[in-house]
């Protein structure tokens, strides 16, 4: 089992799989009933530190089954092509989609793991082409990456970058197409869509790279649009009722804690009533 502890005890997060994909999501698992609600997300909505996720608590709320697919660093290609994702989009009434970010995804420049989308796998002629002077083989992560490259150059950065969000527009459009029942769309971030993107880092704040003008051109296709701001600063103190291991507190700074997952709950059950 996979365990995340603060002083005060341990977090079990079941972790279970559903037939088709190789995918770990929290559990426990379930058999979700009749037109159920299906929450798709990153690390987020799978409630990494937190013991009670805003799909447990909208279950709650609503007095509806609701399906927790959320899956660690999860990304657009991952919510696009896995089996049971898949399987289980196309047997909801409702899905709730954590707006993702659009580093995350293969594109003309780079491509992820299918899975693991926060991985960086290779680099292609096009990349190595513009940085010639760039080792990518030192590179694991695309965060990571993406750091590096705006460090060495910021027009080219920007050249990467616009790609990125090109195939996040196509290739959201296709998911929310293809879903096929109201999908409420979830803005979960440290920031408001229209606020300057940089963190202390420089990159930005999940979903990275993905603006304003992005979101509303998803609002025509989506249920609702629901914008939650987390309430903990990312350079305070992780918040009371999280539990994490030693050296993970930088982490879960980072995450949503109690008080967020409440409010995300408590919004998207006005969106649906």
């Known amino acids: 089992m996979s365990y ?43 409630g990494k530190f937190c013991p009670d996720p805003f799909p447990d608590l909208l279950a709650r709320r609503l007095g509806r089954s609701v399906l927790n697919m959320g899956a660690m660093n999860a990304g657009i290609d991952l919510l696009l092509h896995d089996p049971a994702l898949r399987n289980a989009q196309s047997r909801a009434g409702a899905v709730v989609l954590q707006v993702p970010g659009a580093a995350n995804l293969s594109n003309r420049f780079f491509s992820v793991h299918p899975r693991r989308n926060d991985r960086f796998v ?27 490259l705006r460090l060495r150059s910021e027009d080219r950065f920007m050249i990467v970058v616009e790609e990125l969000r090109a195939a996040w527009r196509a290739r959201m459009a296709t998911l929310l197409d293809r879903i096929g029942v109201p999908v409420h769309l979830l803005w979960l971030s440290h920031r408001a869509p229209g606020d300057d993107p940089a963190d202390e880092a420089g990159l930005g704040y999940d979903p990275l790279f993905v603006d304003a003008e992005m979101l509303a051109e998803l609002e025509p296709k989506a249920a609702s649009v629901s914008i939650c701001i987390l309430a903990q600063d990312a350079r305070a103190p992780a918040a009371r009722g999280m539990f994490y291991g030693r050296g993970e507190e930088a982490a879960a700074r980072l995450m949503p804690g109690p008080e967020d997952h409440d409010r995300v709950a408590a919004m998207l059950a006005g969106a649906m009533a």
């Open 4 to 46: 995340a502890k603060v002083g005060h005890g341990p977090l079990d997060y079941e972790p279970c799989r559903y037939d088709g994909s190789p995918m770990t999501f929290r559990g426990p698992k379930t058999k979700p009933g009749k037109g159920y609600v299906l929450c798709l997300g990153g690390s987020e909505t799978f």
């Open 122 to 148: 290779k680099a292609s002629t096009m990349m190595r082409t513009i940085y010639r002077e760039v080792d990518f083989t030192e590179f694991h992560f695309t965060r990571h990456m993406l750091t590096a």
